[in-house]
């Protein structure tokens, strides 16, 4: 069974400029998460869906951050304008049942 | 708001020894509690969910405990190795809501 795909694997943009993150999830899986996660921390959420609607955004800052899931299978999450403090690891995982599996993650880097 | 703590940052046993590891969390009352190991690098990978009527749950060398009047889980490795090395997060979930992960634990296991 193939994982949780995710591109790029890395990404280097200066502050200022946007970037876009994409997600492939585990077939069947309906709940796809996006999480950031900054450098000796744990994952902090930033948006669940159920197949294609958000069940949770209350963490992801709207103002830059926005996130969509098409058809209700792939997932992209884009930052625009990015910000210095945005340098971390974006991590998409699915779930079907409850333990969620996690793709490599995306590491942006921001200058 | 909710809040997880996990006992320290940074653990070192001796190989052999058995590895506990405290996740005690506040404001939450979790429907499950699960445990995912990291390497660096690299996504969370799922090892042991319990349920908030379970006390103890097993896996070949690894046991989780969950006291809900504590509001707190144990994690153990028994007989560890140093490819047990690795940070553990715990994380709490209300029916795959509300998903919180923990800062984690730093494990490394000396030969």
């Known amino acids: 069974e193939a994982g949780v795909a995710q591109s790029p694997r890395y990404k280097i943009i200066e502050k200022r400029q946007s970037v876009a993150f994409w997600c492939n999830p585990i077939s069947g899986h309906a709940t796809l998460y996006w999480y950031q996660q900054i450098l000796g921390q744990g994952p902090k959420l930033l948006i669940q869906?159920?197949?294609?609607?958000?069940?949770?955004d209350s963490q992801l800052p709207k103002d830059r951050f926005s996130a969509e899931r098409l058809k209700g299978v792939d997932s992209t999450l884009k930052i625009q304008p990015a910000k210095l403090e945005d340098s971390a690891v974006y991590l998409c995982?699915?779930?079907?049942?409850?333990?969620?599996?996690f793709g490599e993650g995306s590491r942006l880097t921001v200058l | 708001s909710q809040k997880i703590e996990q006992n320290s940052e940074a653990l070192n046993i001796q190989e052999g020894k058995t590895a506990t590891l405290t996740c005690n969390y506040t404001?939450?009352?979790?429907?499950?509690l699960q445990w995912y190991r990291q390497d660096p690098g690299r996504g969370p990978v799922f090892l042991l969910l319990?349920?908030?009527?379970?006390k103890e749950k097993r896996k070949e060398r690894l046991k989780v405990t969950f006291d809900t009047t504590l509001k707190q889980s144990l994690f153990h490795i028994t007989a560890s190795q140093p490819a047990d090395s690795a940070t553990y997060l715990c994380a709490l979930d209300d029916y795959g809501q509300n998903f919180v992960f923990g800062p984690g634990t730093r494990l490394s296991v000396l030969p």
């Open positions: 404001n939450y009352s979790p429907a499950y």
């Open positions: 995982a699915s779930s079907y049942t409850g333990e969620l599996f």
């Open positions: 869906f159920q197949n294609n609607g958000v069940v949770d």
């Open positions: 319990i349920r908030e009527n379970e």
